[in-house]
């Protein structure tokens, strides 16, 4: 793409401390200027770190994460990836979508491997479909439909597809909101093994306290809208974590409090 | 501005894009009733034809007006119990009128679904052709019949272009409605890909427009018998329309029933056809919406 031949690195020190995502002063007013949704973002986010952005509803997070995407624009501030100003959707950046989002008329299989027949000729790496399939657990699964799969299993599909091009950033927008607790537990679970085996950089925006808690390297606490980064919490909690350890651990109370604490002053959750 | 233009395509989308799915998936749950939904139909027809047989023999209705069921029945086995190339048999003037309509079903609605994807690409082109589209939307189009006779005369030609005619607007506003009708969240899919206009095209909104396209294809097909029937009226060497207007002009109105008999079987064979079809291909069903 010409955009990305033409952006420069903004800060070339920051490869070298190891920051992929870089946003410095980051403003978006959606185009009729009514909703002021993002306002002077600051965030870094390291190679291979897990972070997790929760905030109350209409905060601006998915809003973020689609900037992250390419998938918005936004109007003042740089949001970089790799040190290269953010100007459209990247190979390096895979999105996991809420609800699954798969193609009702694709095979399993067909939906995970769509990013590798679109998108014109990009040369990169990929993964092997079925290999994906198979760490997922759905490996019997990939010439079935996807209405005929449990919602979990339709969402474990659709990080195989984010994952199948290999990106260096994973970017997932509230990915099992619409899963019941105890598939959520899992998927958690599930989601802490696939990034432990990738490490990718993962942004996952999420409602839940205990689901960032369990899931983030740092928690990434934002203010009711117009949007701000208010406190950013590191997990001292060692992996791999299990959802009973993660209660018990001494660390997690007064985590889960300081968070909720938070949310609650922005009157919310 | 861009509200002018919305409600241009309410009015269109209201007059003609039928609703996919629900309608369809009724019919098929209260079709597959077993035994009971079989005798309430039998019932029903012999109520039905019984009435009518006592009606005509009884009021003395003249067969002129309308013949009994038998008449009708003789008039039916007498078309049907030829040899195929009988000239006085239905064969071969259903032949001509189903090959007609077939090929101005295709055209008609190819150009439909190729117009319609390229207003639901194209702003442009949307604006360019949707008043145009809704002008001749209102149009009764079978009064344009006899103008086309004109242009393509009393053979084949004339019959093709009517059905076409006919055949194009439903596929035009449904194929057009159903493309619009993306979620957007494939569309933010498609484009986290980088995928190309056409490749969203392909295999995103197309897809996701089949069951608005089957609905129109399902209206286009009766359209289409139509358009050929009208223009077999208005002058043929054959066709079930010519069936019709010789049987209508010697009062043979049990000939005349018959016809319609054939034709409304026709009607619901290729009716059948397409929710066939659309059972096979659209297999997701409303599965796809959310």
């Known amino acids: ?269 | 501005m861009s509200e002018a233009k919305t409600s241009v395509l309410a009015n269109v989308t209201a007059i003609e894009a039928a609703a996919p799915k629900a309608p369809a998936v009724a019919g098929r749950k209260r079709r597959g009733k077993g035994a009971g939904g079989t005798v309430i139909m039998v019932l029903g027809l012999l109520i039905l034809f019984g009435g009518w047989a006592l009606a005509v023999k009884y009021l003395e209705i003249p067969s002129y007006i309308l013949p009994s069921p038998v008449a009708v029945w003789h008039a039916l086995w007498s078309g049907i119990a030829v040899s195929p190339s009988s000239p006085l048999g239905y064969y071969l003037p259903l032949w001509g009128t189903l090959k007609n309509a077939a090929i101005g079903l295709a055209i008609g609605s190819g150009l439909g679904l190729v117009l319609g994807s390229l207003m639901a690409e194209s702003r442009v082109i949307e604006k360019l052709l949707m008043p145009y589209a809704f002008a001749l939307q209102s149009l009764p189009k079978v009064a344009i019949a006899p103008l086309v006779v004109i242009w393509f005369g009393f053979g084949d030609g004339s019959k093709v272009a009517i059905s076409a005619l006919l055949a194009f607007f439903p596929m035009l506003i449904n194929s057009f409605t159903g493309l619009r009708a993306v979620e957007p969240e494939r569309i933010d899919l498609m484009r986290s890909l980088s995928a190309s206009r056409f490749e969203t095209y392909r295999i995103v909104k197309l897809p996701n427009a089949a069951p608005y396209i089957f609905a129109g294809l399902d209206m286009a097909v009766v359209y289409a018998l139509l358009g050929t029937i009208v223009a077999e009226f208005l002058g043929a060497q054959q066709g079930m329309g010519v069936v019709i207007t010789q049987a209508q002009a010697v009062t043979d109105v049990a000939g005349v029933f018959a016809a319609l008999v054939i034709l409304g079987a026709m009607g619901i064979l290729l009716h059948g056809i397409v929710r066939g079809l659309e059972a096979r291909i659209v297999h997701w069903g409303d599965r796809g919406r959310k």
């Open chain 1, 1 to 269: 793409m010409a955009a990305f031949a033409q952006a420069q690195p903004i800060d070339p020190a920051a490869a070298a401390l190891g920051d992929l995502i870089r946003i410095r002063g980051l403003e978006k007013t959606y185009a009729d200027g009514s909703v002021h949704a993002l306002s002077n973002i600051n965030l870094d986010i390291r190679d291979g770190e897990f972070v997790c952005v929760v905030g109350p509803s209409g905060c601006g997070k998915s809003t973020l994460l689609r900037i992250l995407a390419g998938l918005d624009d936004y109007d003042t501030g740089t949001a970089a990836l790799d040190g290269k100003a953010i100007t459209g959707p990247s190979r390096d950046v895979g999105v996991v979508f809420q609800a699954a989002n798969l193609l009702p008329w694709l095979t399993v299989r067909e939906n995970v491997a769509l990013p590798l027949r679109v998108g014109g000729k990009q040369v990169g790496q990929a993964e092997d479909v079925d290999r994906l399939l198979d760490v997922a657990g759905l490996k019997d699964f990939g010439h079935r439909f996807p209405y005929e799969l449990s919602g979990g299993m339709q969402q474990r599909a659709g990080i195989c597809r984010a994952l199948v091009r290999s990106p260096r950033v994973l970017l997932m927008d509230e990915p099992f909101g619409a899963l019941d607790a105890l598939t959520r537990e899992r998927m958690n679970l599930e989601l802490q093994r696939i990034w432990q085996a990738s490490r990718k950089t993962v942004m996952l925006i999420t409602h839940s306290i205990s689901e960032a808690i369990f899931l983030a390297d740092r928690v990434v606490v934002m203010s009711a809208r117009p949007g701000r980064v208010i406190r950013e919490l590191e997990v001292p909690i060692p992996r791999p974590r299990s959802n009973d350890g993660i209660i018990s651990h001494p660390a997690y109370p007064a985590l889960a409090k300081e968070i909720r604490g938070l949310l609650n002053a922005q009157g919310d959750e």
